[in-house]
């Protein structure tokens, strides 16, 4: 692991930088032309600063390059009677590019992204994930559940 890579949380410094590693993310056969980056990278900053703390956003941030992200989805559920703040959590969107991948940067986002929402008093974790990736979360202690449905 590179001495000089840090894992720390986002700014919305980070958003045009974010915003590139986004668009790798979702289209990755696909390079953007400079105003539809630019497009993007202020849509992007917006709505971090429209989240505030219900995303979390943590980086690799390689000799000030960022190479990897990991977002978590904050959300508060319904209260109960006498547990009146119940947070939970969904991780998204993690990702290292390619070249940096196989290292550990996966798995240090991932945790720094779990010691946010412990941090953040979130009760459970969620993730929606391709089943090639799903040993890695579980290295990481997440598990499987089957009572999982959507529409």
């Known amino acids: 692991?590179?001495?000089?890579?840090?894992?720390?949380?986002?700014?919305?410094?980070?958003?045009?930088a974010l915003s590139a590693l986004r668009w790798r993310w979702a289209q990755p056969s696909r390079t953007p032309g400079e105003g539809e980056a630019r497009e993007f990278a202020a849509a992007l900053e917006g709505w971090m600063r429209a989240?505030?703390?219900r995303s979390v956003c943590q980086v690799a941030d390689l000799d000030?390059?960022?190479v990897g992200m990991a977002w978590l989805a904050v959300?508060?559920?319904v209260p109960n009677?006498?547990?009146t703040v119940r947070r939970n959590g969904d991780v998204q969107s993690v990702f290292v590019v390619p070249e940096h991948q196989g290292r550990g940067i996966g798995r240090r986002l991932v945790?720094?992204?779990?010691?946010?929402?412990?941090?953040?008093?979130?009760?459970?974790l969620t993730l929606d994930s391709r089943e090639a990736v799903m040993p890695f979360y579980e290295r990481l202690g997440f598990s499987t559940r089957t009572t999982l449905m959507q529409r």
């Open 1 to 16: 692991m590179p001495s000089h890579l840090v894992i720390r949380t986002a700014t919305l410094a980070d958003a045009p």
């Open 51 to 53: 989240q505030g703390d």
């Open 64 to 66: 000030g390059d960022l």
């Open 75 to 77: 959300f508060e559920r």
């Open 81 to 83: 009677p006498g547990d």
């Open 111 to 124: 945790e720094a992204l779990c010691a946010a929402a412990d941090d953040l008093g979130v009760r459970k």
